[in-house]
């Protein structure tokens, strides 16, 4: 009994013959349009000897799908005494496209060549199968899976878009903030730097003193460097200058910071422990004028007796009896008029 492969390769020559007679029908027809080739099919396998259905596709349907027409061809053979082999042929045509050197309607065979031989024919099939079978089965919610990762991707795009326009914001909204930080910066060290020349002078009665930014021409980002020049030296950094001319400069550039942004309370903690009585005299005198050109309480905390007599009231801890101890307050003033009264 002759093998399906065996009658194949017997009928080469008709197989070669019915292919030209499908490559001559022109393909640069409408998209979709399939029914010449299908009739040009359907007469060629009827010379053949095989009885041949035809079944045109519903027009609703093709166009549904972008066509133009549709028809599938069904051939049945039964080859000796075995099972009746029915063959679906369907075409897609298409433009041949450009840069043909030969007719591409010509179906001919060009410098006399042949067709290769059936065993290259079956290797390469063997191959292409192998190459096939690499590339693993056919994932059938390949389309499905395809909607999702779109729809994914698209929003996670919409979330960049929507990351990327809320740096940019804040990024305005940071350089905004470091504009108009700079300014009220450079505004109020003006301010200071002026208050502290003024109370550095009045304090060692000449001399002269001045802050200056360092390490970066942005102030936001500089440092600060307190120089002074007490009445015969020269100009010098804070850190050079003694523990009583550096505590006189710390008190006028804090009180020059309190004449630009006063606080209700201020607490100076032994301030006068490095200073003799005429730099003390000299602080209280200062101090009294803080008092008067701020609303702030000045709290001083101090052992020295020239401090306490220049303040207006004194609170003090005493104890009468050992291991009781009492707060005592007295207003100077009451005291000094009960005392004249006397």
Not at 54 to 75: D, F, K, Q
Request: hydrophobic letters at 40%; a negative charge; proline letters at 5%.
């Amino acid at each position: 009994m002759m093998s399906i492969g065996e009658w194949l390769r017997g009928q080469r020559a008709a197989q070669t013959a019915f292919v030209a007679e499908l490559v001559r029908i022109p393909s640069d027809n409408p998209p979709g349009d399939c029914a010449r080739h299908a009739e040009r099919t359907a007469e060629l396998l009827a010379a053949m000897g095989f009885s041949v259905e035809r079944h045109i596709v519903p027009p609703e349907l093709v166009r549904a799908h972008g066509l133009t027409s549709i028809t599938n061809l069904v051939a049945r053979h039964r080859f000796g005494d075995g099972p009746t082999i029915a063959l679906n042929a369907h075409g897609d045509v298409v433009p041949p496209g450009e840069g043909w050197t030969a007719d591409p309607y010509g179906a001919e065979i060009r410098d006399g060549e042949e067709l290769p031989p059936q065993e290259h024919a079956d290797k390469r099939v063997e191959k292409l199968k192998q190459e096939r079978e690499q590339l693993g089965g056919v994932n059938l919610r390949a389309e499905e899976e395809a909607a999702e990762q779109e729809a994914r991707l698209t929003a996670i795009i919409a979330d960049r878009a929507d990351l990327e326009g809320a740096i940019e914001r804040l990024r305005r909204g940071i350089q905004s903030l470091n504009r108009e930080g700079r300014e009220r910066l450079l505004e109020s060290f003006e301010k200071v730097n002026a208050n502290f020349q003024t109370l550095f002078t009045k304090l060692f009665e000449g001399g002269e003193a001045k802050l200056t930014f360092t390490e970066s021409e942005d102030p936001l980002e500089a440092g600060l460097e307190i120089y002074a020049r007490p009445p015969g030296k020269r100009l010098q950094a804070l850190s050079l200058l003694s523990g009583g001319e550096q505590a006189l400069t710390a008190m006028s550039l804090i009180f020059a910071v309190f004449l630009v942004n006063p606080a209700p309370v201020c607490v100076l903690d032994e301030v006068d422990a490095p200073l003799d009585d005429a730099n003390v005299e000299r602080f209280c005198n200062l101090l009294d004028e803080m008092t008067r050109l701020t609303d702030t309480r000045f709290l001083v905390i101090t052992h020295h007796a020239l401090t306490m007599s220049r303040m207006n009231r004194l609170f003090g801890v005493t104890m009468a009896e050992r291991g009781v101890s009492q707060l005592v307050s007295v207003t100077l003033a009451q005291a000094e008029q009960v005392i004249a009264a006397e």
